[in-house]
């Protein structure tokens, strides 16, 4: 597994919000150690009986001992509780929060030039890891399985579809990571696939990119020169309209590069497994993995 | 959100981005007008939310204040297909009167935020008027690019290596780094997705023009951005889209007759590509998010359902937090109040999909559910075929 593991101990930035609560109680049913939350105001309380909580991440860091942060603090605070969570010490940043202006983003990512923490997200469902019995995010827990088949994906729902056929399989999944739809992610898929070939608890990846940006050209690259585990890929988008965004804020063809056509051809040039149809998915890495 | 052309000057001129002289207009009179205090020599432009628009049209040059009358009469109240507008097109209802400018020679100067740095970047090349895409593709060489550090703004050394590569010297190499400053600001300071300036223009009597400008403010930054939200001209976008966006879900209007309802941006694209992959055509991109409720969903199968194109409706949702049966409800909803006469094919997994399923049997004939998503595809694309 990556990313995380049977250590990990999670506060939850803006915990007492309505769907923070809600997907808090999911994490926990989950098996995640939600150790603190963090709602500033509202230091001293404590959430469901059972979560203290505390007005700044660096008090419940110290309180408590976590390393890593999830945060669901409305877009306009978002970067200001990035920032406070690498300020505080945190090791892994998780960050769900959708539409942050782009040029935000910019600033955080400068201020966390040369830090060691990482962000995953904005705009993603999160990290899962089945066999540690851990999730960060707003995945349905129980379509997934434990098992070695890594999953990283730009998209939220599309990654369910994959992880139901996969399960479906009875193919687990060793951690799933949502990177999200934004143009900025704090963690990208080369970030993730060189996790995942340094990994032992995984055996093959499965990697769902979308039309919009560079990032699946660098994957491309980064899988011909250093991966020597298997990949299968998707990229959403082969029917999208040029210049038109859609639904991601990353997800618009800005020219020929951007393209469906044009990442897959990179993908399979490159020794990845590309499939078509997203119904194709899951028999494709169970082909493989025979 | 993109603006138009005439309201991207403004901002620029109060970066100290200069233009040629020019006037908005509504009216053939009012082009009339404008042009006899422009000097009589004018380029009419219209004013729509598409580039391509010389190609099509909707730039003309003209001599006097009668022709620009008669040109305004021609061009107001049309739609101007480009090949960026859509196959139905874009309305024209301003045009942008533009004294006309003797230019010496075209230059192309952008900034916009790069996601593969995750800086701003500032690209220009001596080579304007031209596809900036192709260019890059064509002659890399001639295109310069600055990262810009957002803790120190552009350098002025980066400007002026900038300029150099643009061949500028003396009073216009001043007046370029003030511009790549200027739109540096502006693109900060208004959260603009992309300043872009194509061409920005030499003129014989030796000054720095942007001749067309190009302005899109990032949407996730409206909230702080009031007096610009102010410049969104909605005639601009298509009514059903409109719709969308005040229902709070992501709607593309396209050309095909399969209306398709999915949650989430990702499986939405997917879901489109299954069904052109098959032969069949998607009427729309429609997302109506993570946390959608009935009402939201009703709204959203009743703006598919405007679409006279569409001749059936597919609905393809995974249940997470979303609940499937939801969905369900919806989708009955809507059969009882509006007895739409296309049929439905609806395929649920995840959250509750076994009550969504009990819901839905109970429903009219037209409704088709099928669990499998390459087969619902395939009901689809041949129910749309039929």
């Known amino acids: 597994m990556i990313l995380v593991d049977e250590n990990t101990s999670v506060i939850v930035q803006g915990i007492t919000g309505r769907e923070a609560s809600f997907h808090s109680r999911r994490c926990i049913e989950y098996g995640t150690r939600i150790v603190a939350g963090v709602t500033p105001g509202k230091g001293g309380t404590t959430w469901e009986d059972s979560v203290p909580v505390f007005n700044s991440v660096e008090r419940a860091r110290r309180e408590t001992g976590a390393n890593t942060s999830l945060i669901f603090v409305p877009a306009p605070y978002a970067t200001d509780a990035i920032i406070e969570a690498a300020d505080a010490g945190i090791s892994l940043v998780v960050c769900i929060t959708e539409f942050i202006p782009a040029r935000d983003e910019v600033l955080w990512h400068r201020y966390l030039e040369g830090k060691t923490v990482r962000v995953v997200g904005p705009n993603c469902p999160g990290i899962i890891s089945p066999p540690a019995g851990c999730k960060i995010g707003i995945m349905p827990g129980s379509i997934h399985k434990p098992g070695r088949v890594g999953v990283v994906s730009r998209s939220g729902t599309l990654t369910y579809e994959v992880v139901a056929q996969l399960s479906a399989l009875k193919i687990g999944q060793s951690t799933c990571v949502g990177i999200g739809g934004d143009p900025l992610p704090g963690t990208d898929f080369v970030d993730v696939l060189r996790l995942f070939e340094a990994d032992e608890a995984t055996d093959a990846v499965v990697m769902v990119g979308e039309i919009g940006g560079s990032m699946e050209q660098a994957a491309a690259d980064h899988i011909r020169s250093e991966m020597s585990k298997p990949v299968v890929a998707f990229i959403a988008g082969a029917s999208a309209p040029p210049g038109r965004r859609m639904g991601h804020a990353g997800a618009i063809v800005s020219g020929a590069s951007s393209t469906a056509e044009s990442k897959k051809a990179l993908l399979r040039e490159a020794g990845a497994t590309v499939v078509d149809s997203p119904a194709d998915i899951g028999s494709a890495i169970a082909s493989i993995l025979a | ?386």
């Not at chain 2, 997994?349 to 009219?364: S, V, Y």
């Open chain 2, 1 to 386: 959100m993109k603006l138009h052309e005439y309201q991207a000057k403004e901002l620029l001129a109060t970066y100290g981005v200069a233009s040629p002289p020019g006037i908005v207009v509504d009216s053939p009179e009012a082009a009339r007008a404008a042009a006899q205090t422009l000097g009589g020599s004018v380029v009419l432009k219209a004013q729509v939310h598409a580039g391509g628009r010389g190609k099509a049209g909707g730039v003309v040059a003209v001599e006097g204040p009668a022709a620009a009358e008669d040109v305004a009469h021609k061009l107001l109240g049309t739609r101007l297909i480009t090949a960026q507008s859509g196959d139905s097109g874009l309305p024209v209802l301003k045009l942008l009167v533009e004294e006309r400018t003797p230019i010496k020679y075209e230059l192309y100067l952008a900034v916009l935020v790069d996601p593969s740095t995750r800086r701003p970047v500032c690209v220009a090349s001596a080579r304007g008027g031209v596809a900036i895409e192709e260019l890059a593709a064509s002659h890399p060489e001639e295109i310069a690019t600055i990262i810009i550090d957002p803790l120190t703004g552009v350098l002025g050394y980066q400007a002026r290596s900038l300029t150099a590569h643009l061949g500028l010297v003396g009073k216009l190499a001043s007046s370029a780094v003030e511009t790549v400053r200027g739109c540096y600001r502006l693109l900060m300071e208004k959260d603009c997705s992309m300043v872009e300036m194509n061409p920005l223009v030499v003129t014989k009597d030796g000054r720095l023009l942007a001749l067309d400008a190009k302005v899109s403010i990032d949407d996730n930054a409206l909230y702080r951005q009031r007096e610009i939200t102010a410049f969104e001209d909605k005639t601009q976008i298509d009514p059903l889209e409109r719709e969308a966006e005040e229902l709070g879900v992501s709607y593309v209007k396209m050309n095909g007759n399969i209306g398709c309802l999915v949650n989430g941006a990702g499986l939405a694209m997917a879901t489109m590509d299954l069904v052109s992959s098959m032969g069949g055509e998607p009427a729309n991109f429609l997302d109506v998010g993570g946390g959608a409720d009935e009402a939201t969903i009703v709204g959203a199968l009743r703006l598919l359902l405007k679409d006279p194109n569409v001749r059936v409706a597919w609905v393809n949702i995974f249940g997470g937090i979303l609940r499937c049966d939801t969905v369900a409800r919806a989708v009955m909803q809507v059969h009882e109040r509006l007895r739409p006469s296309i049929p439905f094919v609806v395929r649920m997994q995840g959250t509750n999909a076994d009550e969504a399923a009990r819901i839905l049997n109970t429903g009219p004939m037209r409704v088709m559910l099928e669990a499998d998503l390459a087969r619902a595809a395939r009901l689809a694309v041949a129910t749309a075929m039929h």
